[in-house]
């Protein structure tokens, strides 16, 4: 059974700008949570979706935003662009997500590599 | 607040010794923690989940216990190898707060051949 997949793996935008990054689940995974990366702040939460709906939010600005689709595929989108956002970019999947108590084993991608330039 | 922590942030050992990493957290009414490994630059790879009613898991040569009482984990790795460098991370999912998941800032290990 293949992997989490994420695309693209690298990418070099300049302030301002915004950017969409993808992620496909595991088949047969309905859940699909965000996380951020940085050397400063480790790893944090960003959004959970399942079932096209997202499901929660960390604490983020209203810039970060994503969607789900109804094949378990979701985009993240970063808008106006920050120094700040430069960042590993990871997405999980999982069976059924939060709320399902404790079969929520998470399965990350590789990651995307953003550079603000 | 919701914490997790692991010390050390660094950890050398010769090659073939059996090791142990630290996981603390602040509360624990968790619903289970899970380990993994994070080699530079690259995603994080599941070790090992351990469930709040399990007090551990075995994989191979790891072996991951939980005592919620006292909020702490170990991962136990038998007899390393040059291939187990890498950044361990735990991972604490709570009942409260359940919507993610809340990382330690991991232990780099370096396997001296």
């Known amino acids: 059974k293949a992997g989490v997949t994420q695309t693209p793996r690298y990418l070099i935008k300049t302030r301002g700008q915004q950017v969409t990054l993808s992620c496909s689940p595991i088949s047969g995974h309905r859940s699909v949570s965000w996380y951020q990366q940085t050397p400063g702040q480790g790893l944090q939460f960003l959004f959970e979706?399942?079932?096209?709906?997202?499901?929660n939010k960390g604490n983020f600005p209203g810039r970060f935003s994503g969607r789900q689709f109804s094949n378990s595929r979701s985009e993240m989108n970063v808008s106006t662009l920050e120094l700040g956002d430069s960042a590993l970019y990871l997405c999980?999947?999982?069976?059924?997500?939060?709320?399902?108590?404790?079969?929520?084993?998470?399965?990350f991608g590789p990651g995307t590599r953003l550079t603000v330039l | 607040k919701q914490e997790v922590t692991q010390i050390p942030a660094a950890l050398s050992v010769p090659e073939g010794e059996n090791l142990v990493l630290n996981c603390s957290f602040t509360?624990?009414?968790?619903?289970?923690l899970q380990w993994f490994r994070q080699d530079p630059g690259k995603g994080l790879t599941s070790l090992l989940l351990i469930q709040s009613s399990q007090r551990e898991q075995t994989s191979g040569r790891l072996n991951a216990s939980l005592d919620k009482s006292s909020g702490r984990s170990t991962l136990y790795i038998a007899a390393s190898q040059p291939g187990d460098s890498a950044t361990y991370l735990c991972?604490?999912?709570?009942?409260?707060?359940?919507?993610?998941?809340?990382f330690g800032t991991g232990t780099r290990l370096t396997i001296i051949p």
């Open positions: 979706y399942f079932s096209e709906t997202q499901r």
């Open positions: 991972a604490v999912r709570w009942f409260f707060g359940n919507e993610k998941l809340t």
């Open positions: 999980a999947s999982s069976p059924e997500g939060s709320g399902r108590g404790g079969y929520n084993e998470q399965f």
């Open positions: 509360d624990s009414a968790i619903y289970n």
